[in-house]
């Protein structure tokens, strides 16, 4: 299956949900490279097979506080305290009260130190 056939994030991304042959490291490998964060955040969170480090790295290189914060709280595989630092990198004082919220683990030590 050529990923690249797929016109938008949004129809590769249902593809991983609903597929049972879909290849879901390749399907991220294509989001990524689509620089989607909506749909790797997604992917995240709806996909039965998902690589939440290599998710969480494309989302810190976008660099969008928001979606760091949505993949702290929502997702089974990340690790919160990178996700934490990568927050407080972002200097989003807005993202990282959010976190210390709604995440299940937050270092409240590190959160307010910013």
Known sequence: ???KTFETAEALWHAG???KSFDHGKGLDELIDRNDKVYIYQAGVHW???DGEKGFRALAEIGDPDYIFRAGRSWK???RDKALAELIKLKSSRFIYYSGIEWKEFDFIKGTLL
Do not use: Q, Y
């Open 48 to 50: 039965p097979e998902f």
């Open 1 to 3: 299956m050529d990923l």
């Open 77 to 79: 595989s990340i690790d």
């Open 17 to 19: 949900k609903t597929d």
